[in-house]
Structure formats: structure tokens, C-alpha cells
């Protein structure tokens, strides 16, 4: 679902009986909102602020499907459905008329007012989200995106889990957009980033859902709604005793949460997100072929919002290639990354990736502070560790490649940390989504993410202790690789 001319603002376009908000991405009849899809609601965007102007079929595709190749049935189909949903023809009132050869046009008179002066409006209807408008398209995640879809109205709680500059946000939100018509009595999302303190979890619930905080459970007793809890890691057992209670007095209700670890309450369908898809190190053939990868479909796309005239071409490839794969396929890192080819063009974003997080620090100013700089959100996670756990991950990223539970206990193991309690350190870790976990050939191994390592090392480096641990890793390989050559093989795998 896509940004386009003044989304953000609070006017509201009425036409006929019809009042489009802009920024709730509403359509009411009278009192009554409609129920459109999201790419007829884009459609009637694009046509309702271009009113009087013919809007060609390759230009309302280009702003409706920016990363997609689409036909134009598609575009006929939504266009058709538009048409019925605004009984356009009905009672002779036209609103959209094909231009054969052309395009579209919305021909109905159109007038901008504010919001404010729509009062008795929002009156008799509330809105039925909170969600804020899209700016960005989102790329790479239809496929996540359409199973939680699918998905979520029968399971009922359903949290998605990744690390850091992974999407969770993004993806959630999309997931809501798109069930916005399902749920009758709306979709709202709690953005509990902003709090610390457990005791706030319910007043801060109550607040974004208007209601008070001591009537949470009866009032949501018979709603048919969707709730996202987003960012419910740092307030884990609070967020889990609250979906628990919700879902088991709220029957009709569901939850949508995102988190770098589940929740484990009774009931959660676990979604973990991976990465966008990157290209392989052995090389493109085509800029066709680039653009079949997420990763490289974000890069191209941000760059060109930065850079008027950005178009990829062949001889870039193997350099967006490996930018793309050294920032590890994350949305977050990618788009920092590309909002500095105005500056640096792609040979010097390519020159800075060993200094990954100076390239990663000029941040969205729009968005929450955690979510401004690659390293901001890293150091989130990293301070909402116990000490032991921000020890560990520390001494690990001596790891240049995945390694085994043993691997970790020869290197790492010592009279203060016993081999048990280094294995339960290591799994919270990968449970946290600072760790991968990999499973083949009978072997768990766990890998850093690139970016993840890379600001471990530098953990480990300021606290002085990097010169005796890379003594220790070298020691274990050396010994290791002396006692079979094979066991190598099994204990480290690039």
C-alpha cells in the first residue's frame, strides 16, 4: 500500500456522498464507511486528488504496484470493483470514465475540507483504525505477508519474530492494513516502544484504544477486532500474561505481535522473518536478473527516491550485489544504506561497508529513535540483555563463521562460565534473534548476521578483552584442526 500527494494530510475529499480521509484511509458514505481493498482504495487516491485529469493505465500501475510486474487485467479488475463499490452509473451519477487509449479520469466535482470541519461526521462514525499512512511501498514480503493474512483471523494470536532492522513493524502493519475489512469493529495498533515500566503496559493500551484502563477486558469482551502489539520484547512476561487474558475473555479477538523473541503464551503461532532475498557471491548476468532479488529491489527503489535519475545498470551489479549481501538482506540497514548515494555514490557506500555502522548513521528523523540508525536499534537489544548475556555475545563474535554449541564451550568455556550455563546463554541468544540458528547434517550451528557481528566486535574491543579471546579462538582451530582434520568441517562452516 503506497504513499502518494498528501497522504499525511488531515483534509478530507468529498465527492458526491462520498468523504475520502486522507490520512485514515477511509472512505464513508454519509455515516457508513465502505469497505474497499487496499489497491482500490490506492486507485481512488491517485484518481480522487488528479480529479478532471486523465491518469494513464501505465502511470496508476507504476504508483500502485511500484515493485511489481503487473497486467492490466489487474488493474481493470480493482477499477471494476471501485466502480461498484461507489455505485458509479447508478442513478446516472459517473465518477470514473475510461479514456480509451489514455487512461482514467475522475470526472465528479471534487471539494478539499478540513477535517475539523467534518466533526459530526467522526461523531456518529469513529474511525475504525489508528494505523498512520504509508509513506514507503513494502517490498519482498507478499508472500509472509498474504499467510499472516490468511492466517491470523483462525489462529488468533500470531507474533513475528526477527532481529533488529528486519521489517517486524513493516510487515505487521501491512498484515493490518489488508484486514482491515475483516474485522468489523476495526484494527488498532499499541506501539509499546515508548515504555519501560510493565505497570504502564495497561494504561498505555487503554489510551491508544480510548477506553479506560480498569474496563480493558469487558470492554473488548464482544469487538471483533485486531490488535498489534508492536515491539513487545523488553516487557516479555507482562506482554504475555495480557494476550492471555485477552484472548480467553475477548473470544473474537485477535492479536498480531512483533517481537525479537515469541512470547511462548498459550495459543502463539510463531512467523520468523528472514531476511530479503540477496544475490549470490558468484555474480548477475543482467540488471533483469538483479531485480528478481528483495534486497536489491529495496537498494534500487530508496536510492531512486534520493537520487532523482538513479537507474541501475550493469556494470553496478556486482557492487549492489555485494553491498546488499554485507548489510545482510535487513530492510533497515539497506535503506540507510541507499539514503547515502547522494553523497557517496555506489562505489563509496561500497568503500564504507567495513565501517558499516558510520555508513548506518544518518537516520530516518521520521522515525522512532531506536529505528533512526542501524546501530541504535543493536544497541536496544544489547542493553535490554543481563550482563551475562551481553558477555557472551561479546567473546562469540570472535566467530568469523557458524560454529556448534562445542565450538562456543572450547573457546568460551572457563571455571566462571560452565558449559551448561554457556549453552543456555547461547540459546536465549538465538531465541532473542541475535543469533541464527542453523539445522543440518545432525548439527545445530548458530551464525552471526554480518551487522550483528560486526557491533559485538566492537563490544569486545572497547571492554579490552579482544586480543586474549581471538588468542583463544585461534588455540581451539589450531588444536581442533591437529587432532582430525575433519572435525573442523563439523565444528566451523562458512
Same mark, same amino acid.
Given at each position: ?330 530492510? /533497515? &540497514?539497506?535503506?540507510?544504506? *541507499?539514503?547515502?548515494? =547522494? $553523497?557517496?555514490?555506489? @562505489?563509496?557506500?561500497?568503500?564504507? %561497508? ?41 567473546? /562469540? &563474535?570472535?566467530?568469523?563463521? *557458524?560454529?556448534?554449541? =562445542? $565450538?562456543?564451550?572450547? @573457546?568460551?568455556?572457563?571455571?566462571? %562460565? ?41 563490544? /569486545? ?34
Amino acid at each position: 500500500m503506497n504513499s502518494f500527494t498528501n497522504v499525511n494530510s488531515d483534509a478530507v475529499l468529498q465527492f458526491g456522498p462520498y468523504a475520502l480521509h486522507l490520512r485514515q484511509r477511509l472512505i464513508l458514505d454519509g455515516d457508513r464507511p465502505l469497505r474497499m481493498g487496499g489497491r482500490a482504495l490506492d486507485i481512488l487516491q491517485v484518481l480522487v486528488q488528479r480529479a478532471g485529469t486523465v491518469v494513464s493505465k501505465d502511470e496508476l500501475i507504476a504508483l500502485v504496484w511500484p515493485t511489481s510486474v503487473v497486467e492490466e487485467i489487474n488493474l481493470r479488475v480493482h477499477i471494476a470493483a471501485l466502480r461498484r463499490a461507489l455505485g458509479d452509473g447508478q442513478d446516472g451519477q459517473r465518477y470514473i470514465v475510461n479514456i480509451p487509449q489514455h487512461g482514467y479520469s475522475f470526472i465528479a466535482a471534487v471539494e478539499r475540507v478540513p477535517a475539523c470541519s467534518l466533526a459530526s461526521i467522526e461523531t456518529v462514525q469513529k474511525p475504525q483504525h489508528n494505523l498512520s499512512a504509508r509513506l514507503t511501498p513494502v517490498t519482498g514480503r507478499d508472500s509472509i505477508v498474504g499467510s499472516l493474512v490468511r492466517q491470523l483471523p483462525v489462529r488468533r494470536l500470531m507474533t513475528v519474530v526477527g532481529p533488529a532492522g528486519i521489517g517486524k513493524t513493516t510487515v505487521a502493519l501491512r498484515v493490518a492494513e489488508l484486514l482491515l475489512q475483516h474485522f468489523r469493529d476495526g484494527v488498532w495498533r499499541v506501539d509499546l516502544a515508548a515504555i519501560d515500566d510493565p505497570a504502564q503496559v495497561l494504561d498505555h493500551l487503554a489510551c491508544a484504544l480510548e477506553l479506560e484502563p480498569g474496563t480493558i477486558l469487558d470492554d473488548l469482551a464482544q469487538r471483533h477486532a485486531l490488535l498489534v502489539l508492536d515491539n513487545c520484547e523488553h516487557l516479555h512476561e507482562c506482554c504475555r500474561t495480557l494476550v492471555e487474558d485477552l484472548l480467553k475473555s475477548a473470544p473474537r479477538l485477535s492479536i498480531l505481535v512483533t517481537s525479537r523473541e515469541p512470547l511462548n503464551a498459550q495459543g502463539e503461532s510463531v512467523q520468523r522473518l528472514p531476511p530479503l532475498t540477496v544475490p549470490p557471491a558468484s555474480g548477475l548476468h543482467s540488471v533483469a536478473e538483479a531485480m528478481g532479488y528483495s534486497a536489491v529491489q529495496l537498494f534500487v527503489s530508496r536510492a531512486r527516491a534520493r537520487q532523482q535519475g538513479f537507474a541501475l545498470r550493469e556494470q553496478d551489479l556486482k557492487v549492489v550485489g555485494e553491498i546488499c549481501r554485507r548489510l545482510d538482506g535487513l530492510p /533497515l &540497514a539497506i535503506e540507510l544504506a *541507499a539514503a547515502q548515494i =547522494d $553523497a557517496l555514490a555506489l @562505489v563509496g557506500v561500497q568503500a564504507q %561497508l567495513d565501517n558499516c555502522f558510520q555508513l548506518l548513521s544518518h537516520g530516518r528523523r521520521t522515525a522512532v529513535p531506536r529505528h533512526q540508525t542501524l546501530k541504535a536499534a543493536l544497541d536496544w537489544s544489547y542493553e535490554h540483555l543481563c550482563p551475562l548475556e551481553q558477555t557472551v555475545l561479546q567473546r /562469540l &563474535a570472535v566467530f568469523k563463521m *557458524a560454529f556448534t554449541l =562445542d $565450538a562456543a564451550i572450547g @573457546v568460551l568455556g572457563c571455571t566462571a %562460565l560452565l558449559p551448561e550455563r554457556l549453552v543456555e546463554v547461547v540459546e536465549s541468544l538465538a531465541l532473542k534473534s541475535l543469533l541464527s540458528l542453523e539445522q543440518g547434517g545432525g548439527l545445530r550451528r548458530y551464525r552471526f548476521l554480518n551487522t550483528t557481528r560486526a557491533y559485538a566486535l566492537e563490544k /569486545l574491543e572497547h571492554s579490552g578483552e579482544l586480543p586474549a579471546f581471538e588468542m583463544r579462538y585461534a588455540r581451539y582451530i589450531s588444536r581442533t584442526r591437529w587432532t582430525s582434520s575433519g572435525q573442523v568441517v563439523l565444528q566451523l562452516v562458512e
